[in-house]
């Protein structure tokens, strides 16, 4: 059985104080949490977000050419070893990283 690591992440809101009791409180700081947000938002979990994009918008100009290059097989009507390659190299080098991606 293969081991995943999971990470979760859980937000506590107290209902019961007050706005003045949490702007009177030294942990409510807007410095200290911009810092905090920017200190997630470079963090590991935006760099694969941004790998993804960038991946995916990669996938849609490679989809369009590999759709244009199967189609042009099909027209030339022969749908010999040439065809299923193309259709197999779109699988594996396309389709595969890009539901990875989705994931």
Not at 41 to 56: D, I, R
Not at 60 to 79: C, F, H, I, Q, T
């Amino acid at each position: 059985e293969a081991h995943r690591r999971f990470r979760y992440a859980a937000f506590v809101e107290d209902a019961s104080a007050t706005l003045q009791e949490m702007h009177a409180n030294s942990q409510c700081s807007l410095g200290r949490s911009w810092k905090a947000f920017n200190a997630e938002h470079q963090g590991h979990s935006h760099k694969m977000l941004s790998w993804c994009k960038f991946l995916l918008g990669i996938f849609l100009v490679a989809g369009g050419a590999s759709v244009y290059a199967v189609n042009e097989e099909l027209n030339k009507g022969a749908l010999g070893a040439r065809f299923h390659i193309t259709v197999l190299a779109k699988c594996i080098l396309m389709d595969v990283p890009q539901q990875t991606c989705i994931v």
